[in-house]
């Protein structure tokens, strides 16, 4: 068995309660026994639900039916297995997402269209739809407000801890609740088909206006953490709004009265990705980039995921080494402009490189007992213009080659 | 010390010499003791060069130098060192570049513009000049036509094995022989700025036709390889014709006269590019990859290149687990015209997936026999073009973890 994240929190945190939203986790027995490997959640009507997808050109069926419900944009279900990914199923794919579809919408009275599903666990292996649908009426009678753990948990596959994150805000002086939860033990795990996440609010938010904040905050979030720079074949992450917080309803994304749930929402997103990959596969140290002075947000954060992404960067950091020519060459094969007489490189906030070369005599003490500690910060700036990104990634050690070369045997 | 490859040849293979060209190598102890560490060649008046230098933004200062003599494209010698980049080194790169072009100029007897250099090993350290160019005169008293193992040898940084291929050709009848090395266990060896490669012939070609025809031969060769995906700041590839063959000098790249000289060329390089690969940091596998029915050979290649580069992939070989998931997602996240519903997987020359699902009951017997031996081949038919492309890697093992976790300590 792998052994749990040393990042793992002693519980998972109190999610709130949202107004509109039950929720809840079953075991189906898909895969996983003795353990709930069946996530739903029931939705009031008037619910709308935004969310971003895998641009894997792989995906998988689930991931195929999600897109077309997103594009009505209104939703009374969602349901979610663990264990099998539904993905590179042939026709038997699409059957599979009826089946669930299918269950889902008459357990809760619904259309087939407004029925989320997700899976992930292993590619290539048909789903075994049955056994979900003849849980699903017992997992929907059960549903409660509180059901957060349980529904974290039935998501999980080589996640080690489940994550949960929450946040309060308010719309015009409205009091707004934001909770939700993600599985991902890298952008891919073992065999699996990995990053999902669910979040709900009670805020009232027209949908192409939930979208846009939805789809900035995960460029900001889950987009900014990587484990192993593998893009999954089912990615999923889903925004519902039930609206019964009562806040008026804002006009447009860039609304004053928005900004504390533009933050709020980013708030939650970042603290579930950071948590992604602090159960990174064989993660032993958890890394922050903070790419500074490049050309723009989107330059920096191409050249912060290729430091992130970087094999010999991350094995560097496990062996607690402040080697700084493999950030330099990672900064050098990203492809945005940079100039190498006028980067900057700082470990643990040490300046150990400028100007085109090392640092002479930087004191090495400080950053030596920066790399023996858990948490690793690496501050790069490129000095060429006001982008800036910050990006999390955890190291690569024998604990990721255990898991994946060893994964069957 | 690491152990050495199991792909290494019993012995370095007899290369023929070629007229114009004489080369070796010496101990000048710039890092590395008792072994040589730099390797120089003199070539006859008369000769034209042409190369392929990394792209990488933060390269080298002796990559900025033969740049620059790339342009006018002779030379009369290179000179090149191990154990130090010259990489990274602020305003003292372009310093330790003259040292080493000011002494091999005055050995040789030509001019700084007719010197290229090369320098591969830890980043950020400054060059030891002075060593270098102590050693040089007598270097160079001492070089011969069949000096190729000691060159071989004097460029070596982690690599386990010296690295030679030759082959011989005709251009409109006349006999033309062409032979060279490389070094590199990884696009990027640990702190070590890898990959340089220098080939030799005595056929007779413009500049601007060698460059074409180098350009098109590394495309299919040394930018078909990869072993950890990391871009060297100082990948260097230079092809030296001296001309001394006397054949008729052809008109253009496409001359008829060329098919032999570049098909020779291509088998040269793509012998020296697969050995790297077989070097690879902690290789337990070597892996060939064919893509085929892809948008182009462009497409090809980069899907090629995406499934060598996934870690999900790299561990999977290493644990013989013939996991064609993997393949599948590493294929819809190159990025490429790709569909889910018509690509075909094959490990071993046994279909295992197809028509987007896997192939029920496959026989596993022979897959497993197959992933079991050190060749691994994988096919994979894209199914909606007629572009194709070969790639070669290595598996991601416990050994490049130690290779590079434990690099300082």
Redesign the interface.
């Known amino acids: 068995m792998t052994a749990v994240s040393p990042f793992a929190p002693k519980r998972f945190p109190t999610l709130p309660p949202i107004d509109g939203v039950r929720l809840g986790g079953a075991s189906a027995g898909v895969k996983y026994q003795g353990r709930p490997d069946l996530f739903m959640a029931e939705l009031d009507p008037g619910t709308v639900v935004a969310g971003a997808l895998t641009?894997?050109?792989?995906?998988s069926a689930p991931v195929d039916w999600c897109a077309q419900v997103l594009k009505k944009g209104t939703a009374r279900a969602i349901l979610v297995n663990a264990g099998n990914?539904n993905?590179?199923?042939?026709?038997?794919?699409m059957e599979g997402v009826r089946v669930m579809v299918d269950a889902a919408a008459e357990a809760v009275g619904c259309t087939r269209k407004e029925v989320l599903v997700a899976s992930t666990g292993?590619?290539?292996?048909k789903l075994p739809g049955d056994r979900i649908s003849k849980a699903v009426p017992k997992l929907r009678a059960g549903l409660t407000s509180d059901g957060w753990p349980q529904a974290a948990r039935a998501i999980m596959t080589t996640d080690t801890f489940p994550k949960g994150a929450s946040a309060t805000c308010a719309i015009g002086g409205v009091p707004v609740t934001i909770a939700g939860f993600a599985k991902g033990s890298g952008m891919?795990a073992?065999?699996m088909?990995t990053m999902l996440s669910f979040v709900f609010t009670d805020a009232s938010i027209p949908k192409d206006i939930l979208q846009k904040i939805t789809r900035k905050a995960v460029d900001r979030s889950f987009n900014c953490m990587t484990v192993?720079?593998?893009?999954?074949?089912s990615d999923t992450l889903l925004v519902a709004a039930t609206g019964k917080a009562g806040n008026k309803l804002p006009k447009k994304a860039s609304d004053k009265a928005l900004k504390g749930f533009r933050e709020a929402l980013q708030q939650v997103m970042t603290d579930l990705a950071i948590q992604v990959a602090k159960d990174g596969e064989g993660a032993s140290k958890f890394i922050t980039i903070d790419v500074t002075g490049a050309a723009s947000e989107k330059a920096a954060r191409r050249i912060g995921l290729c430091i992130a992404?970087?094999?010999?960067v991350k094995?560097?950091i496990?062996?607690e080494?402040a080697?700084?020519?493999?950030i330099?060459?990672?900064?050098?094969?990203?492809?945005?402009?940079?100039?190498?007489?006028r980067?900057t490189v700082a470990v643990g906030g040490t300046v150990i490189?400028e100007?085109?070369?090392?640092v002479p005599d930087y004191d090495e003490a400080p950053v030596a007992a920066h790399l023996k500690g858990r948490d690793i910060q690496i501050d790069v700036d490129i000095g060429i213009g006001r982008g800036k990104a910050r990006v999390w990634t955890c190291d690569?050690?024998?604990g990721?080659?255990d898991i994946?070369?060893?994964?069957?045997?």
């Open positions: 641009r894997s050109l792989t995906r990914a993905a590179f199923t042939g026709k038997a794919g292993v590619i290539g292996v891919i073992p065999d088909a192993d720079g593998d893009t999954s074949t992404n970087s094999p010999l094995t560097a496990a062996g080494d080697n700084w020519g493999r330099v060459m990672a900064v050098g094969k990203a492809g945005e402009r940079a100039d190498r007489d980067l490189a100007k085109g070369e090392g690569l050690t024998h990721y080659i994946n070369a060893d994964y069957r045997t």
